[in-house]
């Protein structure tokens, strides 16, 4: 082979690689804006919103609130005696820029469920106008011991008894699909939050927010944030936000036979 082949051929391969590099970072692009700016049918579901925490940092509300952001969850408390830094200053803030509120609370198996009420009450205290209260439920984040669906349901119910006497509404339950799965026999009666990123929950139990996405951005917000929507329209939205009149429930009978079968 000549020199001048030689070259040819290398030049060649050498195209062919840049081609194929140019294409694969094409597709990288192209899936990176998939992912960041997927969303449900917004036709079906209109209201969206997010949940923050002080992983966020400092929020612009007002910009939030410009941006297509109809509702917001706080957190506000963790455990026993874990309280959100940056709850009070986000629920001013939010509240001020127009956007409806409620405080959700992580739940952990290693705190009795009174203790936890008595934490996230003081963080959050009820206010009149306030979402429904949400306790956040997964493995994710959590002590490592598991209680069985006895222990479980027994301090949830210790926790949601003051806590729904405070708010004067029943309060959401946030599930992963991993505690869904392991635990679904053991939740009591309550409207569902239902994480499952990038697809529709599963069908076997009703939702009244679905977690959609955990990556997407929000103007007003540096960095990641979750996104949700609401199961129903602006007037649904209303009666549930003022009166929370018949939640989407799971029954519990019902629950426990078909995690038997």
């Not at 804006?33 to 997927?38: D, E, Q, Y």
């Not at 306030?130 to 209680?147: I, S, T």
């Not at 949601?160 to 505690?179: C, D, H, Q, S």
């Amino acid at each position: 082979m000549t020199a001048k082949l030689a070259r040819s051929r290398w030049r060649r391969i050498l195209w062919r690689t840049l081609a194929i590099a140019a294409a694969v970072l094409a597709i990288g692009v192209a899936a990176r804006a998939w992912f960041l700016h997927w969303q449900p049918d917004r036709a079906r579901y209109p209201l969206r919103g997010i949940d923050v925490s002080h992983h966020q940092g400092d929020i612009d509300w007002k910009a939030v609130a410009r941006d297509d952001v109809a509702f917001a969850y706080l957190k506000a408390s963790e455990g026993g005696d874990h309280r959100d830094r940056r709850y009070a200053a986000n629920e001013r803030d939010a509240r001020a820029a127009g956007v409806p509120v409620g405080a959700y609370h992580f739940f952990t198996f290693c705190r009795g469920g009174a203790a936890q009420a008595a934490n996230f009450l003081a963080a959050a205290p009820a206010a009149a106008d306030a979402l429904p209260p949400a306790v956040d439920l997964e493995f994710g984040g959590n002590c490592g011991r598991r209680p069985d669906d006895a222990a479980l349901r027994a301090e949830l119910a210790a926790f949601l008894a003051p806590v729904e006497a405070a708010y004067g509404k029943p309060a959401l339950l946030y599930v992963t699909p991993e505690f869904f799965d392991a635990y679904r026999a053991a939740l009591p009666s309550r409207p569902l939050w239902r994480r499952a990123i990038l697809r529709a929950p599963d069908s076997r139990a009703a939702w009244t927010l679905w977690q959609y996405h955990n990556r997407a951005r929000v103007a007003g917000i540096d960095g990641p944030v979750d996104l949700n929507v609401f199961e129903g329209d602006a007037a649904a939205f209303a009666r549930w936000r003022d009166t929370s009149a018949q939640p989407r429930e799971i029954p519990v009978g019902a629950a426990r036979a078909a995690t038997a079968q």
